[in-house]
């Protein structure tokens, strides 16, 4: 499997537990890794691949579009829907939240799920 990275991305969403965490939107910032088959085959050709860029749009649509309380269900919202994509075989996430707890630079969670269709 090869692996396409998205490091430190930051996105704007409306999150969080509790009521003054939901009158404005926050920035989170993303760790992805997005597995596909490995193709020796790939001729240096973008066609052949999923563009980092087409990732890390899907994933701003999504945020804009909705509104989680935990971190643990953005994580998992963002690995189904990169799951769905044609040849995405695995997707890991690390979702970070900064500055929300007193001596922490970031708080947050890391999940890895794997495509479960067509096996
Ligand atoms: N495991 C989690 N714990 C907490 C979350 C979360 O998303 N996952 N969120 C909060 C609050 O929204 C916090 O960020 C605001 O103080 C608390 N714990």
Do not use: C, F, K
């Given at each position: 499997m090869d692996i396409i990275f998205l490091n430190g991305m930051a996105v704007e969403t409306l999150v969080g537990v509790y009521d003054w965490e939901r009158q404005h939107s926050q920035t989170l910032y993303l760790d992805l890794q997005v597995g596909i088959a490995a193709n020796?085959?790939?001729?240096?050709?973008?066609?052949?691949t999923l563009s980092y860029a087409d990732i890390a749009q899907i994933v701003r649509t999504e945020m804009a579009a909705q509104s989680f309380q935990l971190l643990e269900s953005v994580g998992e919202h963002i690995a189904q829907v990169l799951l769905q994509?044609?040849?995405?075989l695995q997707v890991s996430i690390k979702v970070m939240k900064p500055g929300?707890?007193?001596?922490?630079r970031e708080v947050g969670i890391h999940i890895t799920r794997t495509q479960t269709s067509g096996l």
């Open positions: 020796s085959q790939r001729n240096d050709d973008l066609s052949r994509q044609a040849g995405v929300i707890l007193p001596g922490v």
